[in-house]
């Protein structure tokens, strides 16, 4: 097929990027003459204030607008969306999350007033200006400690910190399988915070339309999930008071679905000075700030009989959630629990989850929102039993693999996988990454003094799921088809993608189909981008509303060449009676005078009845220098089932980036803050990101069993490279070190003074 499924077609998005044409909310306010904004931030963790005398602030040069929590007092509190089920309570208990604090701030960078001015330098000048009294008060932000009986409270009605405690499965049957295994393999695991990093901050602005209407212009994953959060939630507002639009957004990862207490406020500057308002944060806004990810500590246990079955998995983890619940915050490690069983057949499973507040920036869903942490637990422990007994790591996952023939399978979480050969994907990544060969590249590197292992991970994850999307079709005057849906992209390829999928009905040119995202105004509804369900059911809409419109053109195309609807096939941009010369472009059909509206639009929309499980295996290669402790990758293969593949350049991107966020988090990304919960690494001097060179040439490819519950065959496949990478890692880091020293656990990140003192703890430097 020319244009259509399957096609490892270039991005069509990006001649424009490349070239400068690309439009980004810091574009749109040079572009707006706006009013700058300012927040001011607290400094402490934990901290009562007061504003003795804001007029100082208020009659500077230039100054028009400070805003504290006296003057939003009819906002709303941020929204959370996040449902979930509690243990020992009737619902799960929300804080007050203010848009800007009032009295007390609960972390460093916790918003308390907004400045706006004619220009940013105005606007901080008066941030310095402005008289606020501090009173510290106790502060703790790091989890382990937030978990203390004795530690200093977030929140006063909660006891101990403790946000939620959730259990899954059955305790009585964990108990009794674990009181009658024959082995026991134990270990506790930190999944390190990370700060969600992406090219764009934040920004938005907003403008005064000539009706008085907001709109706001913002990066985000979804514009209709942002507008009906702020509006409802927050301000209080009518929808139809608030457009948002969302222009080309230079990443996400999850953190751009969210709504954040900037935006609201922008937009009531604006309606109150009558002129466009815009924040544009900066980076040190964004690591102080904005949403942050992962921070669990995990104890986990698996039970297998005499041959090697696994017959009970117990886990108990705390989530740091930070000082207030972000929107999804609360579901990541719930959600993320129901993956636990991994892609395993287990005896009895029981689990416990606890939130935990600290004074700290809250934590959502960072790419993955939870399965990879599962994900993390399950091959970390697995490799682990495998010391434990003696049974080499690829033997035992076969033992306690789910197999093909019994697919559907419901897990001990009532997950229910629908496809898999996981055996497979396992076989044929060790192979490519010629696993039977390491022995004697290890005894290379013995030689040469350094310490090498492998490592791999058997992921499988949930993704593709949640309500409709809705996807609307128009073919134009000009022959090109426009589509417009509510997914957004931010650098995924939602243009190509989607053409490629009405192209492959109406076989034309992708550059003939326009991809219209982000603008509230552009259609009524729309779900947003997350979980990896851009194509799983987006894509499944817009491929159905493509089949309704070649159905409707073709049924015009019988009248205009008098012939049967039956005997018309698409070509080239065409309608075209098979086995004959007459033809009409898909431009003359919809001018043609017997073409109405509904001949030329279409519409579809698709709900999943249960998520998609992409699953794979990823294979790693690492080399340690014992005398600096750095770790060196020196192969990377990675074998997954995403069911069907629309796109094979796409796809090796997603994957790609997601492995590199994933080796970032293992070797690299590490989150401190100190005992009065100063973030320390607040910045790239600090805080250590992956290069290209910390990584080898990637080898991808796929090997797809189709999904059964998905109309295109396709598993979701934005998450996965992030979800398998982290233990594989990991778990050739442990293999080198117990191969070279005797060493058999270590936490994220494995950092070249991490793996050092792990070494020199058993083995003092010489």
């Not at 602005?205 to 702020?230: C, F, K, P």
């Not at 869903?365 to 970390?380: Q, S």
């Not at 770790?631 to 590199?660: K, S």
């Amino acid at each position: 097929m020319k244009f259509g499924v399957g096609q490892p077609h270039t991005r069509v998005e990006d001649a424009a990027l490349l070239s400068g044409a690309g439009r980004y909310v810091g574009d749109a306010a040079a572009r707006a003459q706006a009013y700058a904004a300012f927040v001011v931030r607290s400094p402490h963790a934990h901290a009562r204030f007061s504003f003795p005398d804001l007029g100082a602030a208020r009659v500077l040069p230039g100054v028009k607008l400070v805003l504290t929590a006296e003057d939003i007092a009819e906002f709303g509190s941020m929204p959370v969306a996040a449902t979930i089920t509690v243990t020992g309570e009737d619902r799960l208990w929300i804080p007050p999350h203010p848009a800007l604090a009032g009295g007390i701030a609960r972390h460093v960078g916790d918003p308390v007033a907004v400045i706006v001015a004619e220009t940013l330098d105005m606007a901080r000048d008066a941030a310095e200006a402005m008289e606020i009294d501090w009173e510290p008060l106790p502060a703790v932000a790091e989890l382990a400690a937030a978990a203390e009986d004795e530690a200093p409270l977030v929140w006063t009605e909660r006891p101990g910190n403790i946000a939620f405690t959730s259990e899954f499965g059955d305790a009585a049957a964990a108990d009794t399988a674990f009181a009658g295994a024959a082995h026991v393999a134990r270990l506790r695991l930190v999944n390190n915070r990370i700060v969600t990093n992406y090219m764009e901050t934040r920004g938005v602005m907003a403008e005064v339309e000539e009706t008085g209407r907001i709109r706001l212009t913002l990066g985000s994953q979804g514009s209709h999930l942002l507008r009906n959060a702020i509006a409802d939630k927050v301000l209080k507002w009518d929808r139809e008071d608030l457009r948002v639009v969302t222009p080309d957004v230079g990443g996400g990862f999850g953190t751009k679905m969210f709504p954040f207490s900037e935006y609201p406020l922008i937009a009531f500057a604006a309606r109150v000075l009558g002129h466009a308002v815009a924040w544009i944060g900066d980076r040190s806004e964004h690591f102080l700030a904005d949403s942050q990810g992962r921070d669990n500590i995990t104890d986990v246990a698996l039970a297998l009989d005499a041959d090697g079955r696994f017959i009970g998995l117990e886990v108990d983890t705390i989530a740091n959630m930070g000082a207030y619940l972000s929107y999804y915050g609360p579901f990541v490690p719930w959600g993320g629990a129901s993956m636990l069983p991994g892609v395993y057949r287990i005896g009895a499973f029981h689990a416990r989850v606890r939130g935990v507040y600290s004074h700290s920036a809250p934590v959502d869903a960072y790419r993955g929102a939870g399965r990879p942490e599962a994900a993390y637990v399950i091959e970390r422990i697995v490799d682990a039993a495998a010391r434990e007994t003696g049974i080499p790591p690829e033997e035992l996952r076969r033992r306690n693999f789910i197999q093909p023939e019994e697919m559907p399978f419901r897990t001990k979480t009532g997950r229910l996988y629908d496809s898999g050969e996981f055996d497979g994907h396992m076989t044929r990544a060790l192979e490519v990454a010629d696993h039977a060969g390491f022995s004697e590249r290890a005894e290379r590197s013995a030689a040469a003094g350094k310490m090498r292992g492998f490592g791999f991970a058997c992921y499988i994850e949930a993704c593709g799921g949640g309500t409709a999307e809705p996807a609307f079709l128009t073919l134009g005057t000009d022959g090109g088809v426009t589509v417009k849906i509510g997914s957004q992209s931010s650098g995924q390829g939602h243009q190509t993608a989607y053409a490629q999928l009405v192209a492959s009905e109406l076989q034309l040119p992708l550059e003939q189909v326009r991809v219209l995202q982000g603008d509230t105004d552009d259609l009524p509804a729309g779900s947003g981008t997350g979980g990896s369900r851009s194509i799983p059911i987006g894509g499944a809409a817009v491929k159905g509303a493509a089949r309704h419109m070649a159905e409707k053109l073709k049924s015009l195309g019988a009248e205009a060449l008098e012939a049967d609807a039956a005997d018309l096939e698409f070509l080239d941009g065409a309608l075209v009676v098979a086995g004959t010369d007459r033809r009409l472009t898909l431009a003359e059909l919809a001018n043609h005078p017997a073409a109405t509206a509904e001949h030329l639009s279409a519409t579809d929309a698709f709900s999943a009845s249960e998520a998609t499980y992409p699953n794979g295996t990823h294979a790693c290669e690492v080399e340690i220098d014992p005398d600096t402790g750095a770790v060196e990758i020196l192969r990377y293969v990675v074998v997954d089932d995403f069911g069907v593949t629309l796109n094979p350049l796409l796809l090796a991107g997603q994957v790609h980036g997601g492995i590199v966020q994933g080796v970032g988090q293992a070797l690299h990304e590490r989150t401190v803050y100190d005992e009065d919960g100063q973030l320390l690494t607040a910045s790239f001097m600090d805080y250590a990101l992956p290069r290209a060179a910390d990584l080898p040439d990637i080898h991808f490819e796929t090997r797809n069993v189709p999904c059964r519950t998905n109309p295109l065959g396709v598993k979701g496949a934005g998450e996965a490279g992030a979800i398998g990478s982290c233990p594989a890692v990991m778990n050739a880091v442990v293999d080198a070190l117990a191969r070279g020293c005797g060493v058999t656990h270590i936490d994220m990140p494995a950092t070249p003074l991490a793996v050092f003192d792990a070494i020199t703890s058993v083995q003092p430097a010489t």
